[in-house]
């Protein structure tokens, strides 16, 4: 069935396979060493190393991760290499390239006392940087992000779109996990997408894209894993940073970061609070057409949102010795939301525009209060052994609970022509108490085994429960009492249990590194739904989830990487659910408590190649994921029920292009583009349900940084449309602009930020089925505009020039 795929999966495998025949196979030496401080002893991150040669020319370089640890590759000769970094003294060692490897061992750096009262700009880091297994975007340095949220953030990502509901989705597939510093999080919420909104952009690193995840993380989540790094100094002494956030429409906030490192002990915390209004609005065009009679119904929707939101974060990190370290720390975010909605419908008697007449109007009013709590307990501790950090234990244990309120007044009114006005005709209440409580508790052992070789292995179990209680009401004329809509009413109860075992071994030899892994996963899930009938569904399933990596250095700039790893997808609390909202009682989204997972086997195979100021990575992918839920519309008596159902299965394959290029001193473009295609089947109810689609998205990003401290960005976002099996997701584009200026002698930033400044962030859709035909917009929010002031405390604000390509692709250790 899937012909045209496989053969276009074979020629660009011949393609990229036929490129890397050409690459050179120049004899090279491996150079490799660890950054620390010369007082404390503790790693440094992004400093930069570089290789330059007799007529000191820059070869290479590369920029130190968090462990201080780095490696690059130069061909066979004599060199300087040069580390910088700021406040600390340059070093300047002569370099014979002779031997296949070459250890540095640990370096320490000593301050400079001459830079310590006046530090100089001297680093940028690039917003992309590629990795073995993952992208790297430091969205700290992205203009665009200034004065967003989380989930703002992660659409302004390559390959990542967040839809109007903030449901996030990597390379086309919503089935994506989202991760808070490598575990799941309070931060996250029982509802993703509405927490999202609550985590302000000021308190975010970095994020990590893993496309393909290897045995090493948690089986869940076909599309992939987003790994959010929140902020977290490293530097003795007390350092830290505040900002403060205005803008249009109504936003103010405050966020500050703080740490203090001395001896043997590093305080850290965050607190962020922010209050913000949103407008937005659309509309849905039906036409219902069933084998008596044909009739439709324009809504014109409208929703204004506003709340405050509250989060702090506090931690502590003992060093019992240099090798031994526990971290504890604590989580608590609170909001509160007030959501106002109107959903005007206009009834006719056909479907055709030029002739059908409106027979009834009516509005219905949402007036909703949403409150959410969040605690969070985390215990880390890790152990070195023998000086390596790559011989070490860790274990984590982490305790979260959630409570979640929705609480609404709904109104029906209905339009009296006579008096030209609506009037009150139905008075309803909905309540929704929620309450998740989550545990996760792993360990994980790596293990080297000689110089090249590695094993490890790990153990990790969570147990969830939460509990759902649903309340319709409705006023009844002549009752004291509301009365309890049954069919819209009840108490759910959802438990999830999980147990795995892993293991991974990591070899190298000349040029070529590979990683086999497997991981275990058993999976206990029971849904009880307490009322209106008493009904229990437990399942339980055991599954292997392999993966293997591969890749061949051609060179010291040119590799290829490829991978292969099989993941799922458990159904989710609220797909299993059988009801779900009643907020618009003519489109109603329930749950299926049938629903089985869906299992994605995933290949990839990419070609990296770094320049002197740019790079390039090329990959092709390919998935075949089955059991593949979508969400289906039917609709019973004019009311659309949109129910996910378990379709057979879906093939995609694309080619993604990531590209990073420093025009010159002041100048950088970033681009990527994702072009692939896709083809879903499946049957239910004896229909079939069917798309194929060939479809692309793309982003540009330009960035200027002028000598008097001023930078400007402008980045732009395309979308092209998309076939669904019951419709079509029309296309979309959006521009944003970013301007900075340093000021306070560079310890304060200035920044103006416009998000979507053509306002064309609308969501457009088309729905069909046998019996009804829906066109769609919606917008969540309009154009917006952000100014933002950041004070940075005893901390420097980080400005790389660039030295060379991204060079991380194809040295580090799995």
């Known amino acids: 069935m899937f012909n045209t795929s496989k053969i276009i999966l074979k020629i660009f495998v011949l393609i990229l396979l036929s490129i890397s025949s050409q690459a050179l196979w120049a004899q090279s030496t491996t150079v490799s060493g ?146 808070i510093d490598g575990r799941p999080s309070g931060l996250v919420g029982i509802s993703g997408g509405s927490a999202l909104r609550q985590i302000q952009a000021d308190q975010i690193e970095r994020v990590e894209v893993i496309t393909n995840p290897s045995a090493r993380y948690e089986a869940e989540g076909n599309a992939g894993i987003i790994n959010i790094i929140m902020k977290k100094e490293k530097k003795g002494g007390f350092n830290g940073s505040v900002s403060t956030n ?3 429409p109504i936003i103010g906030g405050v966020n500050s970061n703080v740490n203090y490192r001395k001896g043997n002990i590093n305080l850290f915390g965050a607190y962020g609070i922010t209050y913000r209004e949103n407008f937005g609005g659309g509309y849905i065009d039906q036409e219902f057409t069933p084998e008596d009679t044909t009739y439709s119904t324009f809504v014109d929707r409208q929703r204004e949102r506003s709340g405050i939101s509250q989060n702090a974060r506090l931690g502590l990190d003992y060093s019992f010795n240099e090798s031994t370290t526990l971290t504890g720390s604590f989580l608590y975010r609170i909001s509160d ?25 009516s509005v219905r009013i949402q007036d909703e209060k949403e409150d959410e709590e969040v605690l969070e307990y985390e215990l880390n501790f890790t152990k070195t052994f023998g000086g390596n950090d790559d011989h070490k234990f860790t274990a984590d244990f982490q305790y979260r609970n959630n409570t979640e309120t929705e609480d609404s007044d709904l109104r029906n009114e209905r339009f009296v022509i006579s008096q030209n006005q609506f009037v009150d005709s139905i008075q309803q209440r909905s309540l929704i108490d929620e309450f998740s409580e989550n545990i996760l508790m792993q360990a994980n052992y790596v293990k080297p085994i000689g110089e090249n070789r590695s094993f490890e292995t790990g153990w990790r179990s969570t147990l969830r429960t ?27 109860i959802y438990n999830e249990n999980v147990h795995a075992l892993y293991a991974i071994y990591n070899s190298e030899f000349n040029k070529f590194t590979y990683q086999l892994g497997l991981r275990a996963e058993l999976t206990d899930i029971t849904t009880r739904l307490k009322s209106p009938v008493d009904t229990t569904n437990a399942r339980d399933y055991l599954n292997l989830f392999p993966s293997v990596f591969m890749t061949y250095e051609f060179s010291k700039l040119h590799s290829l990487q490829a991978s292969y790893s099989r993941r799922f997808d458990r159904p989710g609390f609220r797909s299993l659910n059988p009801f779900s909202n009643f907020n618009d009682d003519r489109n109603i989204r329930i749950g299926n408590p049938n629903l089985n997972p869906e299992f994605t086997d995933s290949y990839e195979v990419g070609l990296v190649n770094n320049f002197n100021d740019a790079t390039l990575y090329s990959g092709l992918y390919y998935r075949r994921t089955t059991g593949v ?67 692309a998205s793309g982003r540009a990003t ?41 000021v306070l002698d560079k310890k304060g930033t200035l920044a103006l930020n416009v998000r979507d400044l053509l306002n064309s962030r609308k969501w457009r859709t088309t729905t069909s089925g046998e019996d009804f035909y829906y066109e769609s917009e919606f917008q969540w929010r309009t154009t917006t505009v952000t100014l933002s002031f950041d004070y940075r405390i005893n901390s420097n604000k980080r400005n790389k020039e660039r030295e060379g390509g991204d060079y991380e692709g194809g040295g580090e250790d799995f």
């Open 34 to 179: 660890k950054l620390v401080d010369g007082k404390t002893k503790e790693p440094l991150a992004y400093a930069n190393v570089s290789v330059f040669d007799s007529n000191d020319k820059l070869v290479t370089g590369t920029v130190t991760p968090e462990s201080g640890v780095f490696q690059l590759q130069v061909d066979n000769g004599e060199y300087t290499l040069r580390i910088q970094f700021i406040s600390y003294q340059t070093i300047n060692r002569k370099l014979n390239a002779n031997q296949q490897n070459i250890d540095l061992g640990t370096i320490e750096l000593s301050e400079d006392v001459n830079q310590l009262s006046e530090v100089e700009v001297v680093a940028k880091r690039p917003q992309m940087e590629m990795k073995l297994d993952k992208r790297v975007f430091n969205v700290s340095e992205d203009l665009s992000n200034i004065g967003s949220n989380a989930e703002s953030l992660l659409d302004n990502l390559p390959s990542v779109t967040v839809d109007i509901e903030g449901n996030v989705s990597l390379r086309g597939s919503g089935n994506v996990r989202i991760l």
């Open 246 to 248: 205005l803008g249009y």
């Open 337 to 361: 939301e007030n959501n106002l909605s109107y959903n005007y419908y206009d009834d006719y008697n056909g479907i055709d525009r030029n002739t059908r007449e409106l027979i009834r109007r």
């Open 466 to 492: 939460i509990t759902n209680e649903y309340e319709v009401t409705q006023d009844i004329e002549g009752q004291e009492a509301d009365s309890v809509l049954s069919d819209f009413t009840n108490d759910f």
């Open 629 to 695: 839920t979508e969400r289906i519309n039917t609709v019973i008596d004019g009311v659309t029920y949109a129910q996910p159902q378990n379709l057979a299965e879906r093939n995609s394959v694309g080619i993604e292009n990531n590209y990073s290029h420093d025009l010159n001193d002041w100048w950088r473009l970033n681009g990527n583009l994702n072009v692939f295609y896709s083809e879903t089947y499946g049957v239910v109810d004896e229909q079939v349900f069917q798309a194929e689609t060939f479809t």
């Open 702 to 742: 330009s960035q200027m940084s002028f000598s008097n401290d001023f930078n400007f960005q402008l980045s732009a976002f395309y979308r092209a449309p998309q076939q669904t099996t019951q419709g079509t997701r029309k296309a979309f584009y959006m521009v944003d602009l970013g301007f900075s200026k340093d």
